[in-house]
């Protein structure tokens, strides 16, 4: 903890106060990629792989253009009209502090053609925020939800326990889930070079879709987080505590067992179109394998990347990754991105194409662009992801790379290969976004672990060599998805929408079909995956 308390006296002494008042917002791949001719052109050194981001004087302009588009000031409407159309619901400002709040009501309804089944959505849940003069801001959002899923969904919360990225299914296996979530975080921002934020949340490391370092998939988890810009270095430093109900509890007292992870970050944009990403993460549990108290381990206090997960390869039992993120902008707004994390390494096994479980990596590949065929805000991206066999898993339950069930990186876990593309267009206050999405994979059977389930105890491989992406009960799946909406309200992201899915999973076990339609208000930034792979075979 000295160590930390060094750096950060150190930004004090050499930095500059920030003049630019901090604003949060939430991340979602569908807000963001809005940002995407700003973020993205050669004209901006934009850190684009960390969020969720504080919006910077880089992007100001373009995100007050989307939060206060169609907002009449002249003051000819009545009280309800701005608030439906405009304005918060509360939205106080003074020269000292500022403070908003919204009511965000979910309530689609639609009909699974293929399973024969009527779906819906009831969600009341609020949003608030603010500032205290320019440096200090605080939001929270919550959610009181019931739902009927698609078979689809339903199967999964059923295996996991979790509703998608949100929270624990009260209903315990009923048709009919039911769930609460709640996100709050403070941010302050004493100094123009660094931001300090703790609270209940996500944190995405990229520039795709999906992450194979740190998505923001997994339900919400306790965290501090230290973000430093340096010039054209930023450097974020996060502790986390998390929980894990799929392995055993202790005892009684101590409930689920839990864990704590800390994750570095550093990310040097080379220049206005090179930017280089450099992480690492370490897991470990909050009660050794002996059942002895160990809790928050003081040395993953220190803030320099790379040190402990190389303590760790040479013998330490805490899980470590180490990765790899770069981008380059080809031209103005189509940028080419990647990632590598790796796992676990035996070069000589590597190297000669063995197949060896010890090798356990991830990577992604892909492209993303704003304005296709000049046409403004149409945004696209297409994207490779695939995970060998067994990576993200652990010798240990507790210690394997998930937050509350699910995975923290990509939510296939491993032992996949996926193609996605997405589509997105807007049009004054319209919103038409598309995606297909190929998934190909090996689920685990017969009581044998093929690498699938990354909550499956990593001591007895099906194979030592010549494993293989797709091994075990090989499946595909199809995926598309489409979306139109009407942004009634863009401060809260207040819509009226239509949602179409198809998705096809077979295998020689089972071949299952959902062709559904939704259509209801929907309202809130955060982003809910429904384009999963199966958990287990059922």
Same mark, same amino acid.
């Given at each position: 903890?000295?160590?930390?308390?060094?750096?950060? $006296?150190?930004?004090? $002494?050499?930095?500059?106060?920030?003049?630019?008042?901090?604003?949060?917002?939430?991340?979602?791949?569908?807000?963001?990629?809005?940002?995407?001719?700003?973020?993205?052109?050669?004209?901006?050194?934009?850190?684009?792989?960390?969020?969720?981001?504080?919006?910077?004087?880089?992007?100001?302009?373009?995100?007050?253009?989307?939060?206060?588009?169609?907002?009449?000031?002249?003051?000819?409407?009545?009280?309800?009209?701005?608030?439906?159309?405009?304005?918060?619901?509360? #939205?106080?400002?003074?020269?000292?502090?500022?403070?908003?709040?919204?009511?965000?009501?979910?309530?689609?309804?639609?009909?699974?053609? =293929?399973?024969?089944?009527?779906?819906?959505?009831?969600?009341?849940?609020?949003?608030?925020?603010?500032?205290?003069?320019?440096?200090?801001?605080?939001?929270?959002?919550?959610?009181?939800?019931?739902?009927?899923?698609?078979?689809?969904?339903?199967?999964?919360?059923?295996?996991?326990?979790?509703?998608?990225?949100?929270?624990?299914?009260?209903?315990?296996?009923?048709?009919?889930? #039911?769930?609460?979530?709640?996100?709050?975080?403070?941010?302050?921002?004493?100094?123009?070079?660094?931001?300090?934020?703790?609270?209940?949340?996500?944190?995405?490391?990229?520039?795709? %879709?999906?992450?194979?370092?740190?998505?923001?998939?997994?339900?919400?988890?306790?965290?501090?987080?230290?973000? =430093?810009?340096?010039?054209?270095?930023?450097?974020?430093?996060?502790?986390?505590?998390? /929980?894990?109900?799929?392995?055993?509890?202790?005892?009684?007292?101590?409930?689920?067992?839990?864990?704590?992870?800390?994750?570095?970050?550093?990310?040097?944009?080379?220049?206005?179109?090179?930017?280089?990403?450099?992480?690492?993460? /370490?897991?470990?549990?909050?009660?050794?394998?002996?059942?002895?108290?160990?809790?928050? #381990?003081?040395?993953?206090?220190?803030?320099?990347?790379?040190?402990?997960?190389?303590?760790?390869?040479?013998?330490?039992?805490?899980? =470590?990754?180490?990765?790899?993120?770069?981008?380059?902008?080809?031209?103005?707004?189509?940028?080419?991105?990647?990632?590598?994390?790796?796992?676990?390494?035996?070069?000589?096994?590597?190297?000669?194409?063995?197949?060896?479980?010890?090798?356990?990596?991830?990577?992604?590949?892909?492209?993303?662009?704003?304005?296709?065929?000049?046409?403004?805000?149409?945004?696209?991206? &297409?994207?490779?992801?695939?995970?060998?066999?067994?990576? %993200?898993?652990?010798?240990?339950?507790?210690?394997?790379?998930?937050?509350?069930?699910?995975?923290?990186?990509?939510?296939?876990?491993?032992? &996949?290969?996926?193609?996605?593309?997405?589509?997105?267009?807007?049009?004054?206050?319209?919103? &038409?976004?598309?995606?297909?999405?190929?998934?190909?994979?090996?689920?685990?059977?017969?009581?044998?672990?093929?690498?699938?389930?990354?909550?499956? /105890? %990593?001591?007895?491989?099906?194979?030592?060599?010549?494993?293989?992406?797709?091994?075990?009960?090989?499946?595909?799946?199809? %995926?598309?998805?489409?979306?139109?909406?009407?942004?009634?309200?863009?401060?809260?992201?207040?819509?009226?929408?239509?949602?179409?899915?198809?998705?096809?999973? =077979?295998?020689?076990?089972?071949?299952?079909?959902?062709?559904?339609?939704?259509?209801? $208000?929907?309202?809130? &930034?955060?982003?809910?995956?429904?384009?999963?792979?199966?958990?287990?075979?059922?």
């Amino acid at each position: 903890m000295k160590k930390i308390l060094g750096c950060l $006296l150190l930004l004090l $002494l050499f930095a500059k106060i920030a003049d630019a008042q901090a604003q949060y917002q939430p991340y979602s791949y569908q807000f963001y990629q809005k940002l995407n001719s700003t973020i993205y052109s050669t004209n901006t050194r934009e850190h684009s792989s960390l969020k969720s981001m504080i919006i910077d004087s880089v992007l100001q302009h373009k995100y007050d253009s989307l939060m206060n588009y169609g907002v009449d000031t002249s003051g000819r409407h009545s009280w309800a009209h701005r608030k439906l159309l405009n304005e918060h619901l509360i #939205d106080t400002k003074t020269r000292d502090y500022t403070f908003f709040a919204d009511f965000l009501p979910e309530l689609p309804m639609g009909f699974d053609v =293929a399973n024969k089944q009527r779906v819906w959505i009831n969600t009341r849940g609020y949003q608030l925020g603010g500032t205290i003069t320019k440096n200090f801001y605080f939001y929270s959002s919550g959610f009181e939800n019931q739902a009927v899923f698609p078979e689809y969904l339903t199967t999964y919360i059923n295996q996991v326990g979790i509703v998608p990225g949100q929270a624990y299914d009260r209903s315990y296996g009923k048709n009919t889930k #039911d769930w609460s979530d709640v996100t709050g975080i403070i941010s302050y921002t004493p100094l123009k070079y660094l931001n300090i934020t703790a609270g209940q949340g996500k944190t995405f490391i990229g520039d795709g %879709y999906r992450s194979v370092l740190l998505s923001d998939f997994a339900s919400t988890y306790p965290f501090l987080k230290l973000t =430093a810009n340096v010039g054209n270095v930023q450097y974020m430093v996060m502790w986390s505590n998390m /929980v894990d109900p799929a392995a055993p509890a202790v005892n009684y007292t101590n409930g689920y067992n839990r864990k704590w992870g800390v994750f570095h970050y550093l990310d040097w944009n080379v220049n206005k179109r090179l930017s280089v990403g450099f992480f690492d993460a /370490v897991i470990w549990a909050n009660i050794d394998s002996l059942g002895r108290y160990r809790g928050f #381990d003081v040395s993953y206090g220190n803030p320099v990347i790379f040190l402990r997960p190389v303590e760790a390869s040479n013998g330490s039992p805490d899980n =470590a990754f180490v990765g790899f993120n770069a981008k380059y902008k080809l031209t103005d707004g189509i940028t080419a991105y990647g990632q590598f994390l790796l796992d676990e390494f035996r070069a000589q096994d590597f190297f000669g194409g063995k197949g060896s479980a010890k090798n356990k990596y991830a990577y992604q590949l892909g492209v993303r662009g704003a304005n296709l065929f000049n046409v403004n805000s149409l945004n696209y991206l &297409f994207e490779f992801n695939g995970a060998m066999p067994f990576t %993200y898993s652990e010798t240990q339950e507790i210690k394997n790379y998930s937050e509350q069930g699910e995975p923290l990186a990509h939510p296939f876990g491993a032992n &996949f290969n996926e193609l996605v593309g997405l589509l997105n267009y807007s049009y004054k206050r319209f919103d &038409f976004s598309g995606e297909f999405d190929y998934g190909h994979y090996g689920l685990d059977i017969n009581g044998l672990n093929y690498g699938k389930d990354i909550f499956q /105890v %990593y001591i007895d491989p099906v194979h030592r060599y010549g494993n293989y992406i797709g091994q075990g009960l090989t499946t595909n799946m199809t %995926y598309l998805d489409c979306k139109v909406a009407y942004v009634l309200n863009p401060k809260y992201n207040l819509r009226l929408e239509f949602w179409g899915i198809y998705r096809k999973e =077979a295998n020689i076990q089972f071949n299952d079909k959902t062709i559904m339609g939704m259509f209801g $208000l929907r309202s809130s &930034f955060r982003a809910l995956y429904t384009d999963l792979a199966s958990y287990r075979t059922h």
